[in-house]
């Protein structure tokens, strides 16, 4: 039997991830590979470890992808610190509030968790008194949490981590290159992004950055592997009173020596998603932070603006919305997935759902990276429109795309490309 | 600061991996992507399934890639099937054997392991009377050792443990794809492989298959995530008495939910590397497996008759080659490094230093997917012989072409291409 050649349609990603890849990316996917340890692949590591400081805004020595979808980066971070009986603080807004819970519990953090309404953020004072009744050695939370189309402020939360001698590990994957996140001004000690939302780059990859408080916590669990390691490092491992890190993938002693200057063996680095990441970032820094930070705001602001005036409620509190992904509420009576089907089967468009309490609540689209420009928003307001008429929902009829066409021309910004 | 687009030199790659991309699997590399959950997308994930059983010869239900480089799919299979206590039998015969013993360690298996000489195999019947004797939970070995170059013969050792009650697990990573592997017949319950050696995809992939053995000791551990759990699951959960599965990321359990007909969201699947994998996976079914195999055969003879016949010697005992992978004596007071180097910075060519006690006493020539090719093969004698030449090793000089040429015409294949 022969299969034929791979052959996709073409789609309108507007979900919260991923997204579509920027084609400039796409392109270099294709460059022929290099051997992992050629001087030409190490400069190109080199390279990155430089871009991704600066998309975090950080002085952090490491910076650098763990090979592996956003939730590796995780539990990479999670696991090299977590010791068993540590005591964690989790903040829960959303379902991946709880994917922290679960990723400490398992290996055997004494998990402390608090939560909020979904559609609601902590008051930071909130979380700090926790924290200080708590004292736990980590306290981790998510920025942009897609489930829920939500920001938590960090801040005042990094302030007093630091002052409390608290690690404080956040969880980026939606919100970096999307929104303001700056490392070390915010105090983060250790945080996790992911490529295949606002970085307009494909799954696969989970750029990490930690300062030295983390690294302290992590050396002394270190480990040199068996078959590489030399009598001295086997020397140095006797001393260590700490217990090593439960996963080989995922020890960042050992990703810090692939990453540092010894270069030793751990995994054979992913070439092709590095070549992907290094154009994501070469992107991102090129557009400049700010003014990627500011197109995501002003298609999002079009988007509320379309789906408002069509009639439809936006879901969850607007004081703290994620600029990133906005949460539609699906009107009563509707089959919110016999919608989106229409949306992806007559329209190429794909718009997400959503977890646990909110399934079959609201519709959830995404406004990241190289999805996020003109011509995506209002094809999608056109589309949803007519879905919904299609659908027999009591929808105004054609404001919805004026309106977005009036926020863009607010803004002064017609000429936005993306 | 602008950084400038990625620009890489063209390399022939000659090492035990990574290898050379093949070009069509570079090309599906740069196809828009769409949605995890988009049915074009689902329909190639349970494509690649399909793909995988045939070329893992298996009617295992189960067979899918782990998101992560190679050793991602041993560290998932491990410790989504290792208990605290389990006892584990693994025979080392090279640097990956200590790989096994590590990841079966960290898990906390009570881990017997038995070492032959670096360069040797072990004889079946040997490993079965020590798997008589400990009565492990699991066996797990190497098939073929990128860092000795030797391949572990296995039929007879599945049959004990099948026999046994004991489950076999195998890293076929370096030989998937480039030399015979047949996971039923051979009585292999998990096997794992990587995607930038014979399968000639990029780093980043890991497939792997296990039987219904497998399937039911992670059953036992199954955990469905917090924050997408339904009440039935949890009620499920409440009569678990086996300890869920350490790592959140490696959790075989959420996998199979994953690529199975629930499609509960665990990571977002990798897009571009899911492309490759299935384009690697298409072109190796197209060419076929036997031919395939004598493919690798035929250069894996004409780079061996090419070594010796310039005067070098071969590493490690015939009977057990690796035919991926080809161990070079380094000759006496060489600068092994130098020569790599010379060959890498005037020639483009990379050949494999070695791990541990090897370390500058061979170099290692991989002979594996679209890298193992006629006019690479001739390419790699004909600099090697000019950069010893160079550095003053008393080579037979015109000896190695004329000998990789013969070796060609002896074997009537002059028209292979690749």
């Known amino acids: 039997m022969t299969y034929a050649e791979l052959n996709t349609p073409l789609r309108t990603i507007m979900t919260p991830g991923p997204v579509e890849v920027d084609p400039r990316v796409l392109r270099v996917m294709s460059t022929p590979i290099v051997g992992q340890f050629d001087p030409a692949f190490t400069s190109i590591m080199n390279e990155v470890m430089e871009m991704l400081r ?33 005591k964690v603080l989790v903040p829960i807004f959303g379902r991946f509030g709880h ?16 939560e909020c309404e979904w559609g609601e953020v902590f008051d930071e004072q909130e979380v700090i008194n926790e924290i200080q009744k708590i004292s736990p050695k980590i306290t981790a939370i998510v920025h942009g949490e897609t489930s829920t189309g939500r920001i938590q402020p960090l801040q005042k939360i990094g302030a007093a981590c630091r002052e409390l001698d608290v690690l404080f590990v956040v969880d980026a994957v939606a919100s970096i290159a999307g929104t303001e996140i700056k490392v070390d001004d915010w105090f983060i000690d250790g945080i996790v992004a992911g490529t295949q ?10 750029p990490i950055t930690y300062n030295e408080r983390i690294e302290k916590v992590i050396a002394a669990r270190k480990k040199v592997e068996r078959g590489i390691s030399t009598a001295e490092d ?11 890190i439960k996963s080989n993938y995922f020890d960042i002693s050992m990703l810090q020596d692939y990453w540092g200057p010894r270069r030793l063996n751990h995994h054979t680095e992913a070439t092709s998603m590095l070549y992907a990441l290094r154009e994501g970032l070469r992107i991102v820094l090129d557009e400049g932070l700010e003014t990627r930070f500011n197109r995501h705001r002003i ?19 607007p004081d703290c919305k994620l600029p990133t992904v906005t949460c539609v509420k699906i009107p009563d009576g509707v089959d919110a997935e016999s919608v989106r089907c229409m949306l992806l089967n007559e329209f190429g468009i ?28 209002l094809f999608t307001l056109g589309a949803l429109e007519a879905v919904l008429i299609r659908h027999g929902v009591n929808v105004h009829t054609g404001k919805a795309l004026q309106a977005a066409l009036d926020s863009y021309t607010m803004v002064g910004k017609e000429s936005i490309g993306q």
């Not at 994917?99 to 608090?114: G, K, P």
């Not at 086997?234 to 090593?244: A, L, M, Q, S, V």
């Not at 646990?356 to 003109?374: A, D, H, P, V």
């Open 350 to 377: 794909e718009i997400a759902s959503s977890f646990g309490s909110l399934k079959g609540k609201i519709w959830r689209i995404g406004t990241m990276g190289y999805s996020c420009r003109k011509e995506n928003i």
């Open 54 to 86: 600066k998309v975090f805004q950080t002085n952090n020595e490491w910076a650098f992808p763990v090979d592996g979808t956003s939730r590796s980066g995780i539990e990479a971070l999670l696991c090299s610190m977590i010791e068993p009986g540590d």
């Open 197 to 206: 939302k606002c970085l307009s780059v494909p799954s696969g990859m989970s």
């Open 99 to 114: 994917l922290l819970t679960e990723i400490c519990e398992r290996y055997e953090a004494d998990v402390y968790t608090m």
């Open 299 to 317: 298609h999002e602001q079009a988007l509320m603006a379309g789906i408002e005036s069509m009639g439809l409620g936006l879901f969850g509190n």
């Open 234 to 244: 086997r020397e140095n491992e006797i001393e260590r009173d700490h217990p090593i």
